[in-house]
């Protein structure tokens, strides 16, 4: 009888141990676990920082470009309208060409 309650108490105390074991395995796996979430985590916010900062970037750069479009325009607009203008004072400075040749010719006769 006490042989039976030595290896019961035996038995007892191996299977305690072996839960104590399994309890401190199973708690590092947590924390293992939970360093790689926390990880994970800060990969996911840095990820978001730089496509914000891509985004900022972005933003910035087309409004550049649009600035610079928009003056482009402003100037080629600007020229077209001299170059129309100039073309109109030609037109009319050959007309008053061919006009005063006509009077030269109608003087000469």
């Known amino acids: 009888m006490i042989t039976e309650l030595e290896n019961?108490?035996?038995?007892?105390?191996?299977?305690?141990d072996e839960a104590i074991r399994d309890k401190k395995t199973a708690e590092q796996d947590l924390l293992a676990t939970t360093n790689r979430l926390k990880n994970k985590s800060q990969e996911a916010e840095a990820k978001a920082?730089?496509?914000?900062?891509l985004?900022?970037?972005?933003?910035?750069?087309?409004?550049a470009l649009n600035k610079t479009i928009t003056e482009l325009r402003t100037k080629y607009s600007k020229q077209s309208q001299l170059l129309?203008?100039?073309?109109?004072?030609?037109?009319?400075?050959?007309?008053?060409?061919e006009k005063l040749q006509a009077e030269i010719a109608q003087l000469k006769k």
């Open 84 to 97: 129309d203008q100039e073309q109109l004072e030609c037109k009319r400075l050959e007309e008053e060409v």
């Open 55 to 63: 985004k900022r970037e972005k933003s910035q750069s087309e409004i």
């Open 49 to 53: 920082q730089q496509i914000e900062l």
């Open 8 to 16: 019961e108490v035996s038995e007892l105390t191996t299977e305690r």
